[in-house]
């Protein structure tokens, strides 16, 4: 491959070379090399990939649970390693959003699916109300700004060295002198330069997380870096900057260290006027707290990390933080219990929203008639909503009553599923305990939902008491799936499930 040369000329070096000729764009460790990434052309490989793996996969044959795991763990990976390089198109994003929506809802089907909760929430952490499927323009963003991070870094690295030398530089190579040059350079460049405010609810997210840290003042400008926390003193005093004796010092060349102690020395080319003085005076207030740490040299710190360093993770997090209240956080926790299938807790997620397929839902969303029988399969009195089929029904409430007996507790219906799981979880105060009766909830609601859901599509008539006895079943079975020793066998959790919470980590027995 030959830029700027006449065809002959490279047909000839590729014969004595025996090699082949190539051409732009290529491919060199995966990344698209002379294309445009603007152009959707350069994307659709990455977009066919998505609907390739989810044909491989066959997930309509996957449970809610299984999809959110695979769309987390695989889907909303494979584009990591481009979008760290480039900005993706907006088009793009939605045509990988819109595959991975159709993938959580429908499977995969060519049929449309109910798209039960929006895509906003979808993509919210977890402990938030979300499923932590990643938003992937915010996700794009935090990757890209490792590129500041890394112009940031005291290493002379060549890439580095490269930057500076085609824009030029200011001050001690900080971060706001990428501010400066957003509208110069490549479109990759343009790009990195202003991933600072692309996102609209957190304009400026990425500069105000980093911040100079002075040590030996050998690096940092004094009037052109935002050491102080208030922008350039330059532009701060421009009228101190104009008659200062050094415009370009450093800021260990701005004082002097005596007695072991630093202290601040700024030289003027004249006599101030009463109001420089007052200037000089704020100023020198100002900087009078920050002292020159001999044998440290300067450096910057990313202040959302312990370690001072840079992380996409963290970025992120920042990109995507919502105010909610800790009690809705502590209880959206609780949903995803380990202890349980993944495919309940996505239905423990969905029903705390309100959005299942309950006839009530259908009839809102247009999928049944209101002609339609839309009253509850067990009963046959009340429409079917989810309060009413979980907590109101008589059926449900006989077997409510009757897990409370068993529990050797009393059981309130609450006015919905929600405020009915936040009371279970006030049982107890030890988090392992919380766990245990988190899992004898969704026992109940799952078993019922089964039981409701085989009237509907098998013609199965329901057993009350079968009911409770398959919830003593699959309740124990739940809670102690993942331990490898406790200490009661099924008997004693007949008698007095409560102790036998309680004992669920206390491993005093092997399993029988």
């Given at each position: 491959?030959?830029?700027?040369?006449?065809?002959?000329?490279?047909?000839?070096?590729?014969?004595?070379?025996?090699?082949?000729?190539?051409?732009?764009?290529?491919?060199?460790?995966?990344?698209?090399?002379?294309?445009?990434?603007?152009?959707?052309?350069?994307?659709?490989?990455?977009?066919?990939?998505?609907?390739?793996?989810?044909?491989?996969?066959?997930?309509?044959?996957?449970?809610?649970?299984?999809?959110?795991?695979?769309?987390?763990?695989?889907?909303?990976?494979?584009?990591?390693?481009?979008?760290?390089?480039?900005?993706?198109?907006?088009?793009?994003?939605?045509?990988?959003?819109?595959?991975?929506?159709?993938?959580?809802?429908?499977?995969?089907?060519?049929?449309?699916?109910?798209?039960?909760?929006?895509?906003?929430?979808?993509?919210?952490?977890?402990?938030?109300?979300?499923?932590?499927?990643?938003?992937?323009?915010?996700?794009?963003?935090?990757?890209?700004?490792?590129?500041?991070?890394?112009?940031?870094?005291?290493?002379?690295?060549?890439?580095?060295?490269?930057?500076?030398?085609?824009?030029?530089?200011?001050?001690?190579?900080?971060?706001?002198?990428?501010?400066?040059?957003?509208?110069?350079?490549?479109?990759?460049?343009?790009?990195?330069?202003?991933?600072?405010?692309?996102?609209?609810?957190?304009?400026?997210?990425?500069?105000?997380?980093?911040?100079?840290?002075?040590?030996?003042?050998?690096?940092?400008?004094?009037?052109?870096?935002?050491?102080?926390?208030?922008?350039?003193?330059?532009?701060?005093?421009?009228?101190?900057?104009?008659?200062?004796?050094?415009?370009?010092?450093?800021?260990?060349?701005?004082?002097?260290?005596?007695?072991?102690?630093?202290?601040?020395?700024?030289?003027?080319?004249?006599?101030?006027?009463?109001?420089?003085?007052?200037?000089?005076?704020?100023?020198?207030?100002?900087?009078?707290?920050?002292?020159?740490?001999?044998?440290?040299?300067?450096?910057?710190?990313?202040?959302?990390?312990?370690?001072?360093?840079?992380?996409?993770?963290?970025?992120?997090?920042?990109?995507?933080?919502?105010?909610?209240?800790?009690?809705?956080?502590?209880?959206?926790?609780?949903?995803?219990?380990?202890?349980?299938?993944?495919?309940?807790?996505?239905?423990?997620?969905?029903?705390?929203?309100?959005?299942?397929?309950?006839?009530?839902?259908?009839?809102?969303?247009?999928?049944?008639?209101?002609?339609?029988?839309?009253?509850?399969?067990?009963?046959?009195?009340?429409?079917?909503?989810?309060?009413?089929?979980?907590?109101?029904?008589?059926?449900?409430?006989?077997?409510?009553?009757?897990?409370?007996?068993?529990?050797?507790?009393?059981?309130?219906?609450?006015?919905?599923?929600?405020?009915?799981?936040?009371?279970?979880?006030?049982?107890?105060?030890?988090?392992?305990?919380?766990?245990?009766?988190?899992?004898?909830?969704?026992?109940?609601?799952?078993?019922?939902?089964?039981?409701?859901?085989?009237?509907?599509?098998?013609?199965?008539?329901?057993?009350?008491?079968?009911?409770?006895?398959?919830i003593q079943v699959r309740s124990f079975q739940w809670c102690t799936a993942k331990l490898d020793r406790y200490a009661f066998t099924f008997t004693d959790w007949l008698i007095n499930p409560v102790e036998c919470i309680k004992s669920l980590?206390?491993?005093?027995?092997?399993?029988?």
């Amino acid at each position: 491959m030959g830029i700027g040369v006449e065809d002959n000329w490279r047909n000839k070096m590729a014969f004595r070379l025996c090699c082949k000729e190539g051409e732009l764009p290529f491919k060199y460790l995966g990344i698209p090399v002379g294309g445009n990434h603007k152009r959707v052309a350069m994307w659709q490989p990455m977009v066919n990939s998505f609907k390739k793996k989810l044909t491989t996969w066959k997930g309509r044959f996957l449970s809610l649970g299984g999809r959110i795991t695979l769309i987390n763990s695989v889907l909303s990976s494979l584009p990591v390693f481009l979008m760290s390089v480039y900005l993706i198109p907006k088009g793009i994003l939605y045509s990988i959003d819109k595959i991975r929506r159709s993938f959580l809802w429908g499977g995969g089907g060519e049929k449309r699916k109910i798209k039960w909760v929006s895509w906003d929430k979808v993509c919210k952490k977890k402990e938030e109300g979300g499923l932590g499927v990643r938003e992937l323009r915010k996700f794009n963003l935090a990757l890209l700004g490792k590129w500041w991070g890394r112009l940031a870094e005291n290493k002379e690295g060549l890439w580095k060295r490269v930057i500076i030398g085609k824009y030029g530089e200011r001050g001690g190579h900080w971060l706001d002198w990428i501010k400066e040059r957003e509208g110069l350079g490549s479109t990759w460049w343009r790009d990195v330069c202003c991933i600072d405010k692309m996102d609209r609810e957190r304009v400026g997210w990425l500069l105000e997380g980093f911040r100079i840290k002075l040590g030996d003042g050998k690096r940092v400008s004094f009037w052109w870096d935002n050491w102080c926390g208030v922008g350039y003193l330059a532009n701060k005093y421009p009228r101190l900057y104009l008659i200062s004796t050094g415009k370009d010092n450093k800021c260990h060349q701005m004082g002097n260290e005596g007695n072991e102690q630093w202290s601040w020395n700024l030289q003027w080319r004249r006599k101030l006027f009463e109001w420089e003085k007052e200037e000089a005076k704020e100023l020198q207030q100002l900087i009078e707290d920050k002292k020159i740490k001999q044998g440290r040299p300067d450096s910057w710190e990313w202040v959302h990390d312990k370690d001072g360093q840079y992380s996409t993770k963290t970025a992120y997090s920042i990109l995507t933080k919502d105010q909610i209240e800790t009690n809705e956080i502590s209880t959206y926790k609780r949903i995803w219990n380990p202890k349980f299938p993944s495919k309940v807790s996505a239905f423990n997620w969905q029903l705390l929203l309100d959005r299942i397929p309950t006839k009530v839902n259908l009839v809102i969303r247009g999928i049944i008639g209101e002609a339609e029988d839309g009253k509850c399969v067990f009963c046959k009195e009340e429409d079917e909503d989810s309060k009413h089929v979980f907590l109101k029904c008589k059926i449900t409430s006989w077997v409510w009553q009757e897990c409370a007996k068993w529990w050797g507790t009393e059981v309130r219906l609450e006015r919905d599923c929600w405020n009915s799981f936040q009371r279970f979880g006030k049982w107890s105060k030890d988090p392992k305990v919380k766990e245990g009766w988190d899992c004898i909830w969704s026992t109940v609601i799952w078993t019922v939902w089964l039981a409701r859901n085989q009237m509907i599509f098998q013609d199965k008539k329901t057993d009350p008491r079968k009911l409770l006895e398959i919830i003593q079943v699959r309740s124990f079975q739940w809670c102690t799936a993942k331990l490898d020793r406790y200490a009661f066998t099924f008997t004693d959790w007949l008698i007095n499930p409560v102790e036998c919470i309680k004992s669920l980590h206390a491993g005093r027995k092997k399993r029988v």
